[in-house]
């Protein structure tokens, strides 16, 4: 058997410039995730200890087919592209397959949120005209168990049988509410332009209901999974307390299968500065795992994909985010995630965390970033293992570090290109230091520690396999992307070179914008 996993690597850091003309050729992705950012409250308390997480359940799981369903030596390595049958040449390239069209045959749905009439059914699903479509029954909200078994159910289902085309991406349904402020809320507070005032009455328990009238299969099974209600089924809080409600963001199966584009809003915790002067009020509340409300005046009801709230830990984000988006690209399927928002509201803590003593001890503050290569790696080596007769080789290369300048002369062109070899998820976590260090930070007025720069990491993931005398290649590419926050000259109080890069970076936060045509 060949295994020779050869990783190189080189940190990928943008410079503060506009970058559209490069997005297309750097992503190549068909699934992307958005993550963006609002702020909210409290500090995440507490914490698990997560030694073991990010590994596959078990490697007895990957080889007896638990992962990638069934032990059967003739399907593709991570098994979510479609044979088809004897492949008549020798060498077969598995690029970035096409995927079968989803429910609603939605393949062509604009990349943007229409204005009512020209939206398509699924898209109206998915993002919701209404904040309330009414509540889930009872009997739909899941219990611990049913929850535990759909989880298992994801690790254990076969090829991804993927549907869906290329839905609406993220700009989020608004709904506003013409309320008139009374005393249910105190003034809201916060560091943006938040008005004054905060409303009205209290908002009711909602969910958008992705059950309604589809009821099969792998709805139903979505439902058990989903519960986005308020783990006590109260009304929602005010959001000048302390406490706000949980709401349970599960692993989901049908993560890819319904749309190519997903935004997941994460809420992070109130600061310590943003307490200590402002106490403990907040511009936003969060209605369910969907929905969330700015308390201003006019309220606005925004509704997203997924809705992570505050006491969402970094664990439970990778495992719904991070890890069916590995999975789908070492089924071939190229995939990006981007982290989006303003600045010091949590991007780089999402996607990078905590890098000291990474290394040596992971920590429960470690991001996405991470904990996707130890996922990768882990995943890597089991399905080598399990699948030796086949000399099944795969080999992520991680092109993190490259610095995109632009020339009037030269164009665009990188600059420090560099490679390096890795053997070990620890050789993968020192250049994750490494190249997080080399970026550039400053202290902003939000931020003590903002990124100026983008960053990008981009790992290629090539598997080769032989079988009935012919050898198989499949190449997909994972796009990790945590972008310089946008920002406001009057809240971040930058000056001089920290506002020539503000204006760079929210010139370039907007060419993205236009390159995906939001
Ligand atoms: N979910 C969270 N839980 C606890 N702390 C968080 C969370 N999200 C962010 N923080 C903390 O908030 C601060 C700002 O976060 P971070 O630097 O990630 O913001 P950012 O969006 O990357 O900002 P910029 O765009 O300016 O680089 C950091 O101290 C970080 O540790």
Redesign the pocket.
Known sequence: MVRSPVVSMEPCLYENRSWSADLGKILGARQIVVVS?KYSIR??GGGKNEETENLPLNSNALSSGLIHGGLDSSRAPFGAIQETGPNPKPERMDKTPTKPKGRYGDTMLPLRTPDGHNFGVSARNRFGWAKSEGTLPASETASDDSLAEGANSYYGQGGRGIGGGIGGLATPRTTRTLARANSNYSESYSVQSTPNKSVSKPPSVSCRSKVDGNGGGRWGNFAALYKGLPSSGNPPPLVNTVEVPHFDLKEDPSFWMEHNVQVVV?V??L?SWEKNAHGNYRCLKQESSHSITWIGQPEAGFTFDHLAC?SVDQEVLFRMVGLPMVENCLSGYNSCMFAY??????????MLG?MEAMELQPGQHRGMTPRIFKFLFATIQAEEESRRDEKLNLQPVLIPCLWLREDVKKGVYVENLSEFEVQSVGGILRLLIQGSLSRKVAA?S??R???RSHSVFTCVIKCRWEKDSSANLRFARLNLF?L??SERQKTSGAEGDRLKEAASINKSLSENVRAFGV
């Open positions: 950012f500090m995440l994460r992070r915790p600061n505050e928002g303003q600045t010091g509201s949590g991007k780089t803590y999402t905590e902003t939000m931020n520690e903002s990124s945590d310089a926050g």
